[in-house]
């Protein structure tokens, strides 16, 4: 019985702690580390979470969903398909419109996203600093 409770009373504190994020199912749900998520990748209404241990998890919400609710967690959208954590930013390069991250990962951004970025870069309106080639 003791074993049980230990795995419930960690589920709680799981669940009230805004470092993870929940997928999958109500019975059969997994629950992932923020700082793990490499990037979001968007496949019509589902989206693929690529992990930095290499794996990646499907789940059945928007990349929309996703923006809304890690937006505030260092995530940034580069483009209608990618949601990027810049924790995992190993390079950006406006002139080519490309970000570089851990593990030899290149995606492209958007046009507009590019534009948008690099204004926010020149008025240090982001929090998080970017290594940016010359």
């Known amino acids: 019985m003791i074993h049980v409770e230990n795995r419930s009373k960690r589920k709680k504190e ?3 702690n805004n470092n993870y994020i929940r997928i999958g199912s109500k019975h059969k749900g ?3 580390l923020k700082e793990r998520i490499v990037y ?3 496949c019509e209404n589902y989206s693929w979470l690529h992990l930095s241990n290499g794996t990646k998890r499907i789940s059945c919400k928007s990349i929309g969903h996703h923006e809304e609710h890690l937006i505030h967690d260092g995530f940034i959208r580069i483009h209608r398909s990618f ?3 810049l924790c995992h930013l190993k390079l950006y390069e406006p002139k ?5 991250l851990k593990g030899e990962i290149i995606l ?3 046009f ?3 534009r948008m970025l690099t204004k926010q870069i020149k008025n240090q309106e982001l929090s998080m600093p970017l290594r940016m080639a010359v």
């Open 14 to 16: 799981i669940f009230n």
């Open 30 to 32: 997994e629950y992932i």
């Open 40 to 42: 979001i990748e968007a």
């Open 83 to 85: 949601l990027v954590n």
């Open 96 to 100: 080519y419109r490309l970000m570089h």
């Open 108 to 110: 492209p951004m958007s």
């Open 112 to 114: 507009r996203k590019n």
